[in-house]
């Protein structure tokens, strides 16, 4: 089992930035990749950004392409997402998940990859 935690999350004015970070502990060593999704209110959940502890490939939501970096630590299995110029679109509640599956896969968009999944942390942009 590999169990996710969520940080970083807060109320931020637009235009500024935040970082969240995502804490794996467990069984790590089966965790091949990462991301982080979101779910705004009355929106389905969408992908946000994703990276291969593999080969540290990134992918990411085609419009938040620019504004928003994932990265990863070599040392821990954690990784961040810099959010920049931050709209109040922005607004949703933000969870980590992670895929064990073949660790050669590459970091896709859809959430059936991902097995494990954080309780999420709440980001809310005032304009």
């Known amino acids: 089992q590999v169990q996710l935690v969520e940080s970083g999350g807060g109320l931020v004015q637009a235009g500024n930035s935040l970082t969240l970070s995502c804490a794996a502990s467990?069984?790590?060593?089966?965790?091949?990749?990462q991301a982080w999704f979101r779910r705004a209110p009355g929106k389905d959940r969408e992908f946000v950004a994703g990276?291969?502890?593999?080969?540290?490939?990134?992918l990411y939501a085609e419009s938040l392409k620019g504004r928003f970096t994932i990265t990863k630590s070599n040392t821990r299995t954690a990784v961040d997402l810099q959010m920049n110029n931050l709209q109040p679109e922005d607004t949703a509640v933000y969870y980590c998940?992670?895929?064990?599956?073949?660790?050669?896969?590459?970091?896709?968009?859809?959430?059936?990859?991902?097995?494990?999944w954080g309780q999420g942390t709440q980001v809310t942009v005032s304009t």
């Open positions: 990276i291969s502890r593999t080969d540290g490939r990134t």
């Open positions: 467990g069984r790590t060593d089966i965790v091949f990749r």
């Open positions: 998940a992670a895929a064990q599956s073949n660790p050669w896969l590459p970091v896709v968009r859809s959430s059936d990859d991902y097995k494990y």
